[in-house]
T-cell receptor, first 114, second 113 residues
């Protein structure tokens, strides 16, 4: 069965510092991979997605993620964090060709110190 | 344009009661999804509609849960004989036919006392 693991439940970084949020998945074929962000009182917003092609994908708000098949990972990165990035981040996986049903990780809560 | 909207934003009910949660997808989106998010968890897939029909309802936890989308636009998630364990945020998302990005609404927080 498909699964998604986000090993870090909570991360705190200082404003301006770099950020990496980890995501590992278990899936037999090439998955579709997503990162969403959820702010308090807001809906889930798509940051970026990977379907195929270049394994380094760029998203909104200065985020990027790299798909590493050998490590079954899709880690999210940002070179310089802003206070407004404080939120809950979710990694999700969908079946290639059938990504209707997304399987989600438990999320990583990001706090940003001024 | 307008995003996915969900009503009510909050619903408090008593154990054993019936509730309906509504989702208005983005105009023109033929695919609609329901997820449930419990505290401290990621969203959990419930059901997916393509048009008026439920293409995949494998995530519905039991027969107390039912969803409809009679005209291929607005959807209603119906929960009968609510239990305290049904308390969660119910999320709705929509996408264009054949597209893979799901756009989410703000959710309905259901509390069963």
């Amino acid at each position: 069965a498909q699964s998604v693991t986000q090993p870090d439940i909570h991360i705190t970084v200082s404003e301006g510092a770099s950020l990496e949020l980890r995501c590992n998945y278990s899936y037999g074929a090439t998955p579709y991979l997503f990162w969403y962000v959820q702010s308090p009182g807001q809906g889930l917003q798509l940051l970026l997605k990977y379907f195929s092609g270049d394994t380094l994908v760029q998203g909104i708000k200065g985020f990027e993620a790299e798909f590493k098949r050998s490590q079954s990972s899709f880690n999210l990165r940002k070179p310089s964090v802003h206070w407004s990035d404080a939120a809950e981040y979710f990694c999700a996986v969908g079946e290639a060709g059938n990504n209707r049903k997304l399987i989600w990780g438990l999320g990583t809560s990001l706090a940003v110190n001024p | 344009g307008a995003g996915v909207s969900q009503t009510p934003s909050n619903k408090v009910t008593e154990k054993g009661k019936y509730v309906e949660l509504r989702c208005d997808p983005i105009s023109g989106h033929t695919a609609l999804y329901w997820y449930r998010q419990s505290l401290g968890q990621g969203p959990e897939f419930l059901i997916y509609f393509q048009g008026t029909g439920a293409a995949d309802d494998s995530g519905l936890p039991n027969d107390r849960f039912f969803a409809v989308r009679p005209e291929g636009s607005v959807s209603t998630l119906k929960i009968q004989r609510t239990e305290r364990g049904d308390s969660a945020v119910y999320l709705c998302a929509s996408s264009l036919a054949g597209a893979d990005t799901q756009y989410f609404g703000p959710g309905t927080r259901l509390t069963v006392l």
